[in-house]
């Protein structure tokens, strides 16, 4: 859900994209993420896009052609980079996991110390499964070869610890939509000084122009036309992350935890079981198992329309064997785990 503030922040006039207005608040909004990221990163930009363009943006302008990428994947994000890594030319080698399945950090470290990579990329909360991936050993395992460090956060910005820094991540892409409590349109992405170093000695240009990140430092904090970025959008996120600062970060992520507790204890109260074990699950999306017999289809129209309620189904190999029930950003609150909980029962009692 979209929260009530930031609708009405997009209410507000637009100006044009080199108007010293839009330059203040796209300043602002660096400052935000550098919080929000809990980072003391100065290069902070929010990609015209989604999610996806984030994505897109750590690939393109941190591996060259010809340049080997270590991928972590336990699901269909992580397999997503993959796919991307290879259309631009990148080796990829992978440690895969069974989707549900979190890394074991040895097993992420000896990998990633045999393969020697100059990037390694990894998924801090995988949307298509609700593991969460520690960042940590991935990280240090990356220092020590030498390589740098990919995180896609599209699904923990703003709902569980990110922690750049402290983790070591060098390159991290998140998205308006999720956690931000924001519409789709902008993917903010921070980078490291030891990554913009990388950047500065890239052997060919980037080649995409659109996410070239070079390019849009020089729009964002140069003031010269690179593309028409959105006011309307850049206001959204203002708003999403002065709210996340508002409500502070710790506070922000222990709201989520309880209202994700109380949802899977629910859940668990109602005889189904969840999908990832305990303390390796998010805190922003669910994934309990789809009871024997039900029809995930109709138990979603049903939520759909006697509720209002929208939830997801598993895809890939977890088609049909989940739910995927967001309660992230705006949406995480007591009286929406009590809602839909008792819509779900009462829909499997009606379908099933
Ligand atoms: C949603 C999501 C994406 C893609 O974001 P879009 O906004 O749909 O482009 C990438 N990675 C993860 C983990 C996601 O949850």
Redesign the pocket.
Known sequence: MVAPRVYQAMAQPVVGHLDPYFFQVVEEVRSLLGYAYSTKNQFNVAVSG????G?ETAVANFIEPGEKLALLTNGF?GD?IGEMARRHGGEVVRLAKPWGEPFDPQEARDFIRRERPRVVAF?Q???STGVYNQAKPICEASREVDALTIA?C??SLGGMPVMVDENGIDIAYS?S??GLGCP?GLSPVTVSPRALDRLKSRRTPVQSFYLDLQLLDSFYTGHKYHHTASATMFYALREGLAMVAEEGLEARWERHRVNQEAFVAGIEAMGLSMLVPAGHRLWTLNTPRIPEGVDDAKVRQFLLEKYSMEIAGGFGPLAGKVFRIGTMGYSSTAENVQLILQALADALRSVA
Do not use: I, Y
């Open positions: 989604t999610g996806s363009a994505m994000f997503r998924v909360a995988e949307t896609d599209v699904t998205c939509q999720k789709p």
